[in-house]
């Protein structure tokens, strides 16, 4: 099985930036698409941010030119630079990861247990 730990979530004032990390471990014989997701109180899970192994990434409108994914393919870890954040970014954040475990040949979705993330004054 694959199992997942985010850190870097916590308390920020408006216009500041924190950076999230998701380290992915178990028996994994490959990962393709990493990608890191929201839920607002009240509101439905949304994709932030997307990387598959080779290609270009994807945004959410609302955190283009303010949000940067990236991963480390050697650590099996995916990072959320998150900049100049407003009080709508507050959430609970969640990394998701498409692998393909050790003991099969189909890839299947994990999700880790979620980080809070709130911009206050």
């Known amino acids: 099985q694959v199992q997942l730990v985010e850190s870097g979530g916590g308390l920020v004032q408006p216009g500041g930036s924190l950076r999230l990390s998701c380290a992915a471990s178990g028996s994994i014989f490959s990962i393709n698409s990493m990608a890191w997701y929201r839920q607002a109180p009240g509101k439905q899970r949304e994709l932030v941010a997307s990387i598959p192994r080779g290609g270009s990434t994807t945004y959410v409108d609302s955190v283009k030119g303010r949000f940067t994914i990236s991963r480390d393919n050697s650590k099996n870890t995916v990072f959320l630079q998150m900049n100049s954040l407003n009080v709508e970014d507050t959430a609970v954040y969640y990394c998701?990861?498409?692998?393909?475990?050790?003991?099969?040949?189909?890839?299947?979705?994990?999700w880790g247990q979620g980080t809070q993330v709130t911009v206050s004054s």
């Open positions: 998701y990861v498409l692998a393909t475990p050790r003991d099969d040949i189909r890839p299947s979705g994990y």
